[in-house]
């Protein structure tokens, strides 16, 4: 305070004290610094009398509580009187008694500026301006910082000192994170090492701090000390809490191990994932280096403001991918933000790539943690194009037919060069996107007889002629010449010449039975001559990969097309890799070259008139009946593992003729539906064409709870195959229940109108089909809808009929989902015993069921009850037991709403910095699954818990961020919780210090 010529001013952040003149005036015994604190921290507010007597005495005070306030009220004026009465040497006049009586209480009118703690506060405000740069954020942080003299509230006793100082001790930690971040931005990251490393020591389970300290250590050159704090805080997480690091923990130590955390951003690659998905390098590689130069002088050309485009364009087999790939290798070290490739199966007659499916892709590895996709093709173009706005990233589109087929997957700004290679010559890229082009040609004849001789060896030098007439027949195209390769030295005791004279035979009865012109006749001839060499178990099995609707395969899927035993699945995919008909892509997987794709589809389905036709046929029909049937199978295997408690409500599902992989535990089963998705969403349409549509209703009921966990766009396009297959066998129960699915695919997507819809047209297709049940889970589920828009009484409408018609068809889980969210629901209308009835009856049928999924969610729903009715301890204990359920289950969307739950409990219970930490969590695991409303909630949480701690401009950053989100998603509930949140900041004056532009 300085006011005429005295200095005054009032330390919190440390011992509580008075200062004047840079002297202490003493503050008198703890009590009596207690008030003064309590005054300090609500400068300028009244603190009620009653408040005072509870803050100092923890709820038992003495009997004449009231007057020793006031005594120590009066001692505390005298010491103010002293403190006013020093003029410092210079004179003036002495201010007014600034502690008065006010209605209820006592106010200290002292000013923000004359008390540490308000002075800090205003300071991290400042920094978080609009505007403010790096520096001048880290002096204003580096000041705020600097008042802290040590234990906040030092010599203070009781609990409200020691909540009070949790909050402080937050705050500061904040500050500190935050001066840091700013520091090594500005290339002064050693000065926070020592900061930081005291402060971890302190807070050891504190991934903020710990992922802040390991971007200074790798900033100042210690990459080593980085990757042990993080060993450090790993092992103790999981000792202490029994958690692993958090997503912002793994992400700056995946940059780390990477080398690529970007220490003058701040930030690491959490949205910027690096990529590296080209194929590997071509061995043997021969030839082309006209073609490599031209690459190059696209890429060293003048810089413009587009990406670099280039179409490697020529007939099939001339080693287009080859080039490319070969290129790619080459100049990897120019991206290093990554390569992104695809097989776009632009000539593949069953399935080629669409551009949303390709989107799809590319965004799941450009954002690794988000599993949720803009529903429109158009937006997902727009959100790639963002993901690599101002990267220098390779981009591989192998094989399009269409223009049409890749000018979404273009990006839009310079740094990115897109290599595309086709049959077709793309003259609209060139015309409409300024593409180069380099058109490629047979290799010449000097270089294929090199790359024979690469393959094959001295033999070609040995036999001139039969190696020319080798290359001859195959036209110099590299695909045949390395297919003709193999066969050479898999038979070594035959000559070339033996070789090239049958070669020339095949070509010559080919010619004769076909129409001739075809492009690709040299290819064709080489892999009928070819599979001509096989086994005939071989063959057909080749022959049979053309069944396959997806673009990889492992030994089980063959297993299932060739009807045999894995072990000789396995054996006959060695053969067929040896010969170069398919080629490895992973530990288990495998993949086929999309024109030997075309021909063994060719073998499958010839008629016994053509020549490629195979001796004997094969049963294609029956072939693409096993291959469905496994996916089934397989998919309901790892569902009872996953879900065995959800196990009666999936359809039953014979076992298949060949084998199924076995799943010992959840995360084996959850890895084989990771891997497997894409081949279960084309088995899905694959099999309403080779009259599998059964199979097609059953895959939705079957994947239902997994592709509930964030799939979207897969589980969309699956419950769409269930019903219109359902549809054609006039199956209205099948397709009622996949028209279910389909409701809720589109209310996790926030496509509440197409859900509505469909849900609606679920009810009377189930009243058709006479299916209780399914009429059940469509009002159920509309129930959900009605209760989402905070229509209670409407939702528990839906729920009490969904109730009657569970109980009409005995399925208990039904019912005790539907006791559930009425429970749920009761609560939020006040209706107390009725909800906690409903949920204890939900708990018991679950529990009888062995469903654990179901019974976390009865936990949450008790959970939220036991808060609303002011018992916080046992909803944090209930809370913490469904986070873990959720957790075992590996379904991250309802975890995230039990950490939500669980982070309100701990603001109940006090625990602000717990709570805070909770509802973070949720708050990433919701952001990563693009989960709207949940991320309202779990923001509005985070202001909840900021608002009580007393950090009025966090409370509001966070209700404004929420109340944005809701408004647009319609989430009315977090509406209201936002505005009441802002409305509580602002009615107790706390937002005058708060960051309007936050």
């Known amino acids: 305070m300085r006011v005429g010529a005295t200095d005054m001013e009032f330390r919190v952040l440390g011992p509580v004290q008075i200062w004047a003149c840079g002297q202490p005036v003493p503050a008198g015994e703890p ?219 793994r992400e700056v130590h995946q940059a780390v191990l990477r080398h690529d955390l970007d220490t003058a951003a701040g930030k690491s690659a959490p949205a910027r994932a690096v990529p590296a998905q080209l194929p590997a390098d071509v061995g043997a590689f021969t030839g082309r280096s006209a073609e490599l130069a031209a690459l190059d002088s696209f890429v060293d050309a003048e810089p413009t403001t587009a990406p670099v485009i280039v179409g490697i364009t020529g007939t099939a087999g001339v080693g287009k991918t080859a080039l490319a790939v070969r290129w790619a290798h080459l100049v990897r070290d120019r991206y290093p933000d990554g390569q992104l490739y695809v097989n776009l199966r632009g000539y593949d007659p069953q399935r080629p790539m669409t551009p949303d499916e390709v989107l799809s892709i590319f965004l799941a590895a450009l954002t690794p943690d988000e599993r949720h996709l803009p529903a429109d093709v158009e937006a997902r173009a727009a959100r790639y194009r963002t993901e690599t706005a101002g990267r220098r990233m390779l981009v591989i589109l192998d094989n399009a037919s269409t223009v049409e087929q890749v000018r979404l997957l273009l990006p839009g700004s310079p740094g990115c060069t897109v290599l595309i290679t086709s049959r077709s010559s793309l003259a609209g890229l060139v015309a409409l996107h300024d593409a180069g082009r380099v058109m490629l040609s047979p290799l010449p004849t000097p270089d294929a007889t090199s790359l024979l001789r690469r393959l094959v060896g001295s033999a070609v030098e040995d036999e001139p002629e039969a190696s020319r007439a080798l290359v001859r027949h195959c036209d110099g195209l590299p695909l045949a010449l390395r297919i003709t390769a193999e066969l050479a030295l898999s038979r070594p005791a035959i000559s070339l010449a033996a070789l090239a004279a049958e070669l020339a035979e095949k070509q010559r009865r080919l010619e004769l039975l076909s129409s001739g012109g075809d492009p690709r006749a040299a290819v064709r001839t080489v892999f009928s001559w070819s599979v001509q060499h096989l086994a005939v178990s071989s063959a057909q099995t080749f022959a049979l990969l053309g069944l396959h609707p997806g673009s990889e395969f492992d030994a089980y899927a063959v297993a299932a097309l060739a009807d045999t035993d894995l072990d000789d699945a396995g054996r006959r995919l060695d053969g067929l890799a040896r010969a170069h008909l398919v080629h490895r892509v992973g530990n288990r997987q495998f993949g086929i070259h999309d024109l030997l794709h075309v021909y063994a589809t060719r073998l499958a389905t010839a008629p016994a008139a053509d020549p490629d036709a195979l001796e004997p046929p094969v049963d294609a029909p029956a072939a693409s009946r096993r291959l469905v049937d496994y996916y089934l199978a397989a998919s309901a295997a790892a569902m009872n593992v996953l879900h065995p408690g959800e196990a009666a409500r999936r359809p039953p599902v014979p076992p298949p003729a060949t084998p199924v992989p076995s799943f010992p535990d959840r995360a084996a089963a959850q890895e084989w539906l990771n891997v497997e998705l894409p081949n279960l969403v084309a088995v899905s349409a694959y099999a309403a064409t080779v009259d599998c549509l059964t199979q097609a209703v059953q895959l939705s009921p079957v994947l239902f709870r997994y592709l509930d966990d964030g799939h979207d766009a897969a589980a969309v396009s699956v419950h769409q195959q269930a019903r219109d297959a359902a549809h054609r066998l006039g199956d209205r129960t099948g397709e009622a229940v996949a028209m279910v699915a389909l409701g809720a695919a589109h209310t996790q997507a926030g496509r509440y109108a197409a859900a509505v819809d469909e849900l609606n047209r679920a009810v009377h297709a189930a009243r058709d089909g006479g299916d209780r049940l399914a009429e059940a889970r469509a009002v159920g589920n509309l129930g959900q809808l009605h209760e989402r828009f905070g229509r209670y009484r409407s939702s528990s409408a839906h729920y009490r009929r969904a109730l009657a018609l569970y109980r009409q068809v005995g399925d208990r889980v039904g019912l005790a989902h539907a006791l559930t969210r009425l429970g749920v629901v009761g609560a939020r209308l006040g209706r107390h015993n009725d909800a906690h009835g409903h949920l204890r009856h939900a708990l018991r049928l679950h529990r009888q069921a062995g469903h654990r999924f179901g019974e976390a969610w009865a936990l949450l729903g008790l959970a939220e009850l036991d808060a609303r009715t002011g018992r916080p301890q046992t909803a944090a204990e209930r809370s913490r037991q469904a986070v873990t359920q959720f957790r075992e289950l590996g379904h991250r969307t309802s975890e995230a709403w039990a950490l939500t739950g669980l982070g309100t409990a701990e603001r109940l219970l006090g625990r602000y910095a717990q709570a805070r930490d909770r509802h973070l969590h949720a708050l990433h695991l919701f952001r990563e699954l693009g989960d709207d409303d949940g991320q309202a909630s779990a923001l509005n949480g985070l202001g909840e818990a900021a608002d009580v701690a007393g950090q009025a401009p966090t409370a509001l950053a966070y209700y404004r961020s929420a109340l944005a989100i809701a408004t647009r998603t319609g989430a009315r509930d977090e509406q209201a919780r936002a505005h009441a949140g802002l409305a509580r900041v602002h009615q107790s004056g706390r937002e005058d210090s708060a960051d309007e532009s936050t």
């Open 31 to 249: 009590r009596q610094r207690a008030v003064l604190a309590m005054l300090l921290i609500e400068a300028g507010r009244t603190v009620s009398m009653p408040t005072l007597v509870d803050r100092i005495w923890d709820d038992e005070p003495p009997a004449q509580a009231y007057r020793s306030v006031q005594a120590h009220v009066a001692r505390i004026r005298r010491a103010l009187e002293r403190a006013a009465g020093a003029d410092c040497g210079r004179g003036g006049v002495p201010p007014s008694q600034p502690l008065v009586r006010g209605p209820g209480g006592y106010v200290l009118s002292v000013t923000g500026e004359d008390v540490d703690l308000h002075r800090f506060r205003a300071l991290v405000a400042r920094s978080h301006d609009a505007g403010t740069t790096d520096r001048d954020r880290a002096a204003l942080l580096r000041e705020a910082l600097d008042l802290w003299l040590g234990e906040p509230l030092t010599g203070v006793a009781g609990a409200w000192a020691a909540r009070t100082r949790d909050v402080l001790r937050q705050e500061h930690a904040d500050a500190l994170v935050a001066w840091a971040h700013a520091e090594v931005r500005t290339g002064n990251a050693a000065a926070a090492v020592r900061p930081l490393t005291e402060l971890l020591d302190e807070r050891p389970t504190d991934e903020s701090v710990a992922a802040v300290l390991m971007r200074v250590l790798y900033a100042v050159g210690r990459p080593s000390q980085a990757l042990e704090r993080y060993d450090r805080i790993r092992r103790t997480l999981r000792e202490e809490l029994g958690t692993d690091p958090g997503p912002e923990l």
